[in-house]
T-cell receptor, first 116, second 112 residues
Framework: DGGITQSPKYLFRKEGQNVTLSCEQN?????MYWYRQDPGQGLRLIYY???????QKGDIAEGYSVSREKKESFPLTVTSAQKNPTAFYLC???????????????FGQGTRLTVV | QQQVKQSPQSLIVQKGGISIINCAYE??????FPWYQQFPGKGPALLIA?????SEKKEGRFTISFNKSAKQFSLHIMDSQPGDSATYFC???????????FGTGTKLQVIP
């Protein structure tokens, strides 16, 4: 089955610790994205990557880092510099539109991160 | 800068009624408009999408209406059911866009 797999589903972090959220896709999509969702809120873009070994900051990149060493994988590290990391994190992927074809994003099932 | 404005923020509809969620955009380069449905604790899932060369698209009980001149589009859920209770996001993107622009979401509750 093709899809996007995020792990773990739940993650607890002590203050001052770095944690890494996994995102793997087997859809052969070039572009991958990380979003943060707070309770009752919309989706805020953290980082995105259009191709391997390249990524750009989104709207709320401070306190986060990413890597894109493989097309299938786009891990997100929440660093100790992120002052309020408790949130629901969503990974997405898509094939950027070419010519007359445009494509929507497909999402994983999310990771809920809680600081304890 | 919010490029896609979504309303209402929340909506309560009785079972069997019509749920209507509206979105408006500013960027005339947008040419693809998907809608997503998100249940609590889950990732958003694509529900239905439309291109601006058509004014309406229907899939089952879900219909998108599109008004290109007004730069507005809306989602209509006919015969709303309690199982439709979820958060709905509209989105927009253009052919050269690297990012998808999302609305702020509408929490729909369908009551029996």
């Amino acid at each position: 089955d093709g899809g996007i797999t995020q792990s773990p589903k739940y993650l607890f972090r002590k203050e001052g610790q770095n944690v890494t959220l996994s995102c793997e896709q087997n859809l052969n999509h070039d572009a991958m994205y990380w979003y943060r969702q707070d309770p009752g809120q919309g989706l805020r873009l953290i980082y995105y990557s259009q191709i391997v070994n390249d990524f750009q900051k989104g709207d709320i990149a401070e306190g986060y880092s990413v890597s894109r060493e493989k097309k299938e994988s786009f891990p997100l590290t929440v660093t100790s510099a992120q002052k309020n990391p408790t949130a629901f994190y969503l990974c997405a992927s898509r094939t950027p539109g070419q010519g007359l074809v445009n494509t929507e994003a497909f999402f994983g099932q999310g990771t809920r991160l809680t600081v304890v | 800068q919010q490029q896609v404005k979504q309303s209402p923020q929340s909506l309560i509809v009785q079972k069997g009624g019509i749920s209507i969620i509206n979105c408006a955009y500013e960027n005339t380069a947008f040419d693809y408009f998907p809608w997503y449905q998100q249940f609590p604790g889950k990732g958003p899932a694509l529900l239905i999408a439309i291109r601006p060369d058509v004014s309406e698209k229907k899939e089952g009980r879900f219909t998108i209406s599109f008004n290109k001149s007004a730069k507005q589009f809306s989602l209509h859920i006919m015969d709303s059911q309690p199982g439709d209770s979820a958060t709905y996001f509209c989105a927009a993107l253009g052919r050269s866009d690297q990012k998808v622009t999302f609305g702020t979401g509408t929490k729909l509750q369908v009551i029996p």
